[in-house]
């Protein structure tokens, strides 16, 4: 099925008035992820039985009027567990690992009957920017099958941009969901940190990661995200806010907003042609009403060495419990309990994974933690304030969601420094907690590049408006990946 010009309403629409099949379109997206999955490797488990059941007893019932995404299919990131597919995270370590319960966001696609199609390739434990660290293989980009998807939602990224789902769930810890849809020319949201329960997901920086949507577009964006934000009696991090209707404002004019440029954002690293994108998105933003100014953001160049402090101190806490005691892999031929620590994550954990338990480790440390945890909490706390500063004055703020376009499978891996400032334009987001978009805004070297629209905490709404008013009046917006080149 080729959801590459379809809404998620209008397909919904074909579904009430049955036109359309809940069965037909379960078959037919089967049948392209089966058909792209030994190019793309977007998929590590694919859920057709339950997916073909469920689609069979919508068919019986009727699709329910209100329910727009009933009988959609979506793809679902397999670092967030499901009762009915394994969850790997894409490591060794949990190849044969099923949750014996669901994560809050994939009840909610299921309340709202949604038909989760499968579990989609990630870098292992979300680590990575390019989903090359996973234990499954490489994901390719759509729209050229030698360059990277981006991460650590590739997967989920890649089955988007092809055209296989309409709608996928992804995790962003440092910039996973909105770095890889920038690469394949998609729209990926993280929302506010508390917006979208994490309970579920298996946790690599607890106060950084949160889950989020990819879509083709961005009404369908906040139409996902409509159906998993909320409060949720299982994770104390999620807020009580009052959920919004994320596209309420969606087609209302954006004169007036004020929108602000950091000049950092275009400085040092940023790709030449990516910088015009941006500046070429802001005139389109002045010429739909609204104010673009230039403004700074100046502890924003130590967002990446803070992130890496604070995100591989939370992931050495966090990934404690892969041990081979309680479940997952077990090493053989140990001879006592070290063994099986020390031979378990050593097999199953792979070279990223260990390379940021090793890091969090040290900057956790009794002899380094003033000089290193303690530092890079500072920094964030001066982030923050740059942020507030900001949106004491504009509404949103914009700039290229990641220095570059999509690069060549191959080219970063062994360079971990010159991969993990991939994310120098989205860690900050993470570490302030705010809700950040990527929408495709053009293309530099034949592939996508996004514009990254940042608003205040739970604004999202704000959010949809700008990036919808931009999509409708943005080059990309029919533009889609090709078959790729091998």
Same mark, same amino acid.
């Given at each position: 099925?080729?959801?590459?010009?379809?809404?998620?309403?209008?397909?919904?629409?074909?579904?009430?008035?049955?036109?359309?099949?809940?069965?037909?379109?379960?078959?037919?997206?089967?049948?392209?992820?089966?058909?792209? @999955?030994?190019?793309?490797?977007?998929?590590? =488990?694919?859920?057709?039985?339950?997916?073909?059941?469920?689609?069979?007893?919508?068919?019986?019932?009727?699709?329910?009027?209100?329910?727009?995404?009933?009988?959609?299919?979506?793809?679902?990131?397999?670092?967030?567990?499901?009762?009915?597919?394994?969850?790997?995270?894409?490591?060794?370590?949990?190849?044969?690992?099923?949750?014996?319960?669901?994560?809050?966001?994939?009840?909610?696609?299921?309340?709202?009957?949604?038909?989760?199609?499968?579990?989609?390739?990630?870098?292992?434990?979300?680590?990575?920017?390019?989903?090359?660290?996973?234990?499954?293989?490489?994901? +390719?980009?759509?729209?050229?099958?030698?360059?990277?998807?981006?991460?650590?939602?590739?997967?989920?990224?890649?089955?988007?941009?092809?055209?296989?789902?309409?709608?996928?769930?992804?995790?962003?810890?440092?910039?996973?969901?909105?770095?890889?849809?920038?690469?394949?020319?998609?729209?990926?949201?993280?929302?506010?940190?508390?917006?979208?329960?994490?309970?579920? =997901?298996?946790?690599?920086?607890?106060?950084?990661?949160?889950?989020?949507?990819?879509?083709?577009?961005?009404?369908?964006?906040?139409?996902?995200?409509?159906?998993?934000?909320?409060?949720?009696?299982?994770?104390?991090?999620?807020?009580?806010?009052?959920?919004?209707?994320?596209?309420?404002?969606?087609?209302?004019?954006?004169?007036?907003?004020?929108?602000?440029?950091? +000049?950092?954002?275009?400085?040092?690293?940023?790709?030449?042609?990516?910088?015009?994108?941006?500046?070429?998105?802001?005139?389109?933003?002045?010429?739909?009403?609204?104010?673009?100014?230039?403004?700074? !953001?100046?502890?924003?160049?130590?967002?990446?060495?803070?992130?890496?402090?604070?995100?591989?101190?939370?992931?050495?806490?966090?990934?404690?419990?892969?041990?081979?005691?309680?479940?997952?892999?077990?090493?053989?031929?140990? +001879?006592?309990?070290?063994?099986?620590?020390?031979?378990?994550?050593?097999?199953?954990?792979?070279?990223?994974?260990?390379?940021?338990?090793?890091?969090?480790?040290?900057?956790?440390?009794?002899?380094?933690?003033?000089?290193?945890?303690?530092?890079?909490?500072?920094?964030?706390?001066?982030?923050?304030?740059?942020?507030?500063?900001?949106?004491?004055?504009?509404?949103?703020?914009?700039?290229?969601?990641?220095?570059?376009?999509?690069?060549?499978?191959?080219?970063?891996?062994?360079?971990?420094?010159?991969?993990?400032?991939?994310?120098?334009?989205?860690?900050?987001?993470? !570490?302030?907690?705010?809700?950040?978009?990527?929408?495709?805004?053009?293309?530099?070297?034949?592939?996508?590049?996004?514009?990254?629209?940042?608003?205040?905490?739970?604004?999202?709404?704000?959010?949809?408006?700008?990036?919808?008013?931009?999509?409708?009046?943005?080059?990309?917006?029919? @533009?889609?990946?090709?078959?790729?080149?091998?």
């Amino acid at each position: 099925m080729d959801f590459l010009n379809t809404s998620v309403r209008e397909l919904h629409q074909k579904l009430v008035n049955k036109e359309l099949t809940v069965t037909d379109l379960v078959k037919n997206t089967l049948k392209s992820i089966e058909s792209t @999955q030994n190019d793309l490797n977007a998929y590590i =488990a694919v859920n057709q039985e339950n997916a073909l059941k469920k689609a069979a007893e919508l068919d019986k019932n009727g699709v329910p009027e209100n329910e727009i995404w009933a009988g959609i299919p979506v793809a679902v990131k397999d670092n967030i567990v499901t009762i009915d597919l394994p969850t790997t995270a894409a490591s060794k370590i949990l190849e044969n690992f099923t949750s014996i319960y669901d994560a809050t966001v994939v009840e909610r696609l299921r309340e709202h009957q949604a038909i989760i199609i499968g579990k989609a390739n990630l870098d292992e434990f979300a680590m990575g920017g390019s989903t090359e660290t996973s234990y499954f293989g490489t994901v +390719k980009n759509p729209w050229d099958h030698t360059k990277v998807p981006g991460g650590s939602s590739g997967g989920s990224a890649a089955t988007v941009s092809n055209g296989d789902v309409i709608g996928a769930l992804g995790t962003d810890t440092g910039g996973s969901i909105r770095q890889p849809a920038s690469f394949t020319g998609v729209v990926g949201v993280k929302p506010t940190y508390g917006r979208v329960s994490r309970y579920g =997901a298996i946790a690599f920086g607890s106060s950084l990661d949160q889950i989020g949507p990819l879509t083709r577009n961005v009404r369908d964006n906040a139409d996902l995200l409509n159906i998993i934000a909320g409060l949720d009696e299982h994770d104390m991090t999620s807020s009580d806010r009052e959920v919004p209707d994320f596209a309420s404002k969606i087609g209302e004019d954006i004169k007036g907003i004020k929108i602000a440029l950091p +000049k950092e954002y275009l400085g040092e690293g940023i790709d030449e042609d990516v910088k015009q994108v941006v500046l070429g998105a802001a005139e389109k933003f002045k010429a739909l009403g609204a104010t673009v100014e230039e403004v700074s !953001l100046p502890h924003s160049k130590y967002g990446v060495a803070a992130y890496y402090i604070i995100g591989s101190s939370e992931a050495s806490s966090n990934l404690q419990r892969f041990d081979g005691i309680r479940y997952g892999y077990r090493a053989d031929d140990v +001879k006592n309990l070290e063994d099986v620590y020390v031979k378990t994550r050593s097999e199953g954990f792979g070279d990223e994974v260990k390379r940021r338990i090793m890091l969090g480790t040290y900057s956790l440390s009794a002899g380094y933690f003033d000089a290193y945890f303690k530092k890079a909490a500072q920094v964030r706390t001066l982030l923050i304030q740059d942020f507030n500063r900001i949106f004491e004055n504009y509404d949103l703020i914009i700039g290229p969601t990641a220095p570059t376009p999509a690069f060549k499978i191959g080219a970063e891996i062994d360079d971990p420094t010159t991969m993990y400032m991939n994310d120098l334009l989205t860690i900050p987001l993470n !570490l302030a907690g705010l809700p950040a978009m990527s929408v495709p805004a053009g293309m530099a070297d034949g592939m996508p590049v996004g514009l990254q629209i940042i608003a205040k905490s739970f604004d999202e709404v704000t959010m949809y408006q700008a990036g919808a008013a931009f999509e409708d009046n943005s080059d990309m917006k029919n @533009q889609h990946p090709g078959k790729g080149n091998d």
